[in-house]
């Protein structure tokens, strides 16, 4: 069993500096105690590699931070950590508060899409929790929109401000997704970056071995996830060098394009097509959490003279 980490290098703005409070968050869920053990060096903690308590951390997490009533998920489904996950809102706020002297556009009136939002839709959450933005969520798995419309449904400050749109062509990202005359201020994304179900296999191997110093052929990884939220076909390179392609069509409608990149040899390649897609402007924005690099890509076709509209007309 590991001892709680601590939580360094996180965003100012993040609201998960240093040790959970984990007697504050049982108050919030009781059920969360059944987890906990007083470790060697005195201090209270939880079996970060037990899938269960995992799961009882966020929900305790959310609802006590995040305003929230209600929150699960489906067995075998991506259970996300808060803090990181906090880490890219954060950033993306800043982000959108460069081009206006560092004030954070927030509000209703801005409008975020999250790719793939999963059946946890921790992305618009947080969005909407932190800076009130309105949120779409984009998802092809049946089940994961299921249980995203049933959080938003069991949180009733949740409705109208997020929703979720099915995508049918598993070949399209944004196609069908962002419709005619329609406005985002930012998309945001995790993609999946195994090549392989072997890949994922094995990276799940990896992650359990260093929680429980133990192996598992047959890992129950504590973060669990599905086929499509851990690989896709070529890995994660492929998925946004696919992005990169179809923001082309939609370059007047959204001022951020962003995603999370996790290897950072993929970034070379990336950044050399956004120079050949004749984007204005592209960023790495570099985040860490503890001895956890991680990172996201951003990029706009608008001019300065078109950002300056955006922000006059739509954040003013």
């Known amino acids: 069993m590991k001892n709680q980490p601590s939580k360094i290098d996180l965003h100012p703005r993040n609201l998960h500096q240093g040790r959970y409070d984990l007697e504050a968050l049982v108050q919030r869920l009781p059920g969360l105690s059944s987890f906990l053990f007083t470790n060697e060096y005195g201090n209270l903690t939880l079996d970060f590699s037990n899938p269960n308590a995992v799961k009882a951390l966020n929900q305790a997490l959310l609802l006590h931070y995040y305003h929230l009533q209600f ?12 803090p990181g996950r906090s880490d890219y809102i954060h950033y993306l706020a800043d982000l959108l ?6 004030k954070i556009p927030s509000g209703p009136k801005i409008t975020v899409l999250d790719i793939g939002t999963g059946a946890n839709l921790i992305y618009p959450i947080l969005g909407n929790a932190c800076y009130g933005w309105n949120c779409v969520g984009s998802e092809l798995n049946p089940l994961a929109i299921s249980s995203a419309e ?16 099915k995508q ?3 070949a399209h990202i944004f196609s069908g ?4 005359g329609e406005f985002f201020d930012m998309t945001l994304c995790n993609p999946p970056f195994h090549e392989s179900a072997l890949a994922a296999l094995e990276g ?25 939220e851990l690989w896709t076909e070529g890995g994660e390179l492929a998925f946004v060098r696919k992005m990169i392609q179809e923001s082309l069509n939609f370059k007047s409608q959204v001022f951020w394009f962003t995603s999370l990149i996790s290897k950072s040899e993929n970034l070379k390649p990336l950044q050399h097509q956004l120079e050949n897609a004749g984007v204005e402007i592209q960023k790495v924005i570099e985040m860490a959490q503890g ?3 991680s990172r996201f890509l951003a990029w706009t076709f608008l001019n300065s003279k078109q950002q300056d509209a955006w922000n006059k007309y739509r954040w003013a």
């Open 71 to 82: 929150w699960d998920i489906p067995d075998g489904f991506l259970c996300p950590p808060i």
């Open 168 to 170: 049918s062509n598993p």
């Open 97 to 102: 508060g460069e081009g206006i002297s560092g």
């Open 204 to 228: 799940s191997k990896r992650k359990v071995k260093n929680l429980t110093g133990k192996a598992s052929e047959k890992p129950d990884l504590n973060f669990g996830g599905q086929a499509a």
């Open 150 to 165: 049933r959080i938003i449904s069991e949180n009733r400050h949740l409705s109208g401000k997020i929703t979720i749109r």
């Open 291 to 293: 001895n956890k690099k």
């Open 177 to 180: 997704i962002i419709q005619s």
